[in-house]
């Protein structure tokens, strides 16, 4: 996959144009990103879409844009339960099975797991890391208890995915990994199959991303654990393009980063370190990177991230989602009038089904009860008083993170107001599009991958 990639969110469906004007932009400032329209099955149930609606979407505003560059659409967290209906319309899939993390583990596969790699057992340094890692047997039993099973997991569904591609898609071998040119046929496997094994190499595609993630956990997974799931990875022959771990520290939704930046930045090297030593060791993919997802709004990190990957010259995925739906509500908000009025009802209604539209989120939202306005009060506001307190400036002392992270994950109502908001939507095309691409280009896309001049 290209270096650079993008992962944007649209919730209705109606701003891939201006999202993408952010990639045209960045591209006639040099900075190449390839985007990618991702959409988890979470999404698509609440707003009763489906996975070929964001596919129409991301071609259609490609085309419209004569955008000539690469770009992809993600099957975002799916799983065997769920992956049936983005498969056709989907050619980069976020393999999500943290859920199967701390599972138990074949006891024949841990042991012949332990007997592969206790040659990393002992004292291991990897280049670019400072201090050495000390590899015990027990603790390579411990991560193979604790991770093969979910990444066994990960291999049934990419060969599922395999098995159910579309000829009208074919795949097509990675151009960057010559050494491998053949498709080999697999057996057609069912749901639960058990896993099929075998001395061929990892086949690459470079039509077809895969991204294994494990980042919806509660404890992140050290640079050692990483080492060890990617070489689980190999094994079972997934050509992962990316990979998603869980980072130290809370990545909320639509908000900055709470956590230890200095920590986040050590952690966040190691990794890099480990994936260069991982793609040498175990023949995974020559340009597999990060990917950071809740990837929108972490400010404080983004220098971290930017100083890393120049300094290893390698690539990275960030993730966002829901963010361009709030740009929506503040292109609303500042237009004023019937469409200021929209997104106070919005308000109002998530305000009182605050339980119901935070349990799925309760994880990676945090929200002060305290901090949240009272509906009447919001009624009161002017457009430029919602804007603020909406928008995230934190320099701006109207912000209010607690009433964005409501109203973000808020999108339910607006779902239920079905035409009158969409009717809205393009009445105010204009500003809101605006917003959308501000929003990706200033606060994110320049700040995450332009080179910045060291002074
Ligand atoms: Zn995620």
Redesign the pocket.
Known sequence: MQKYSFGIGDRFGCQGSAQLAAFIEAKKLGIEITPVWNKSNREHTTIHTEPSDVRKEADKAVADANWNGAYFVDA??INLSCVDKFINSSDFF?L?VADYIGEESNSADVTAFVKKYKKFAGELSIPGINEKFHVSEPDLQITAEKYLNAIKEAGKIYRYILEGRCPQRPLTPSATNSKIQIEIPQPPLKKGDSIHQSNNPIIHHSNLIIEV?M??TEKPQTPLELLFILAMIADEKIPAQTI?PKFSGRFNKGVEYVGDVAQFAKEFEDDLAVIQFAIKNFGLNENLKLSV??GSDKFAIYPAINKAIKKYNTGVHV?TAGTTWLEELIGLAESGGEALDIAKEIYRKAFDRYDELAAPYATVIDIDNEELPKPDVVDSWDSTKYVDSLRHDRTNVNYNQSFRQLLHVGYKIAAELGDKYINALKENREIVAKNVTENILERHIKIIFANHEEH
């Open positions: 975002d967290h976020t999500d993630s980042d919806e998603a997802h809740s993730k």
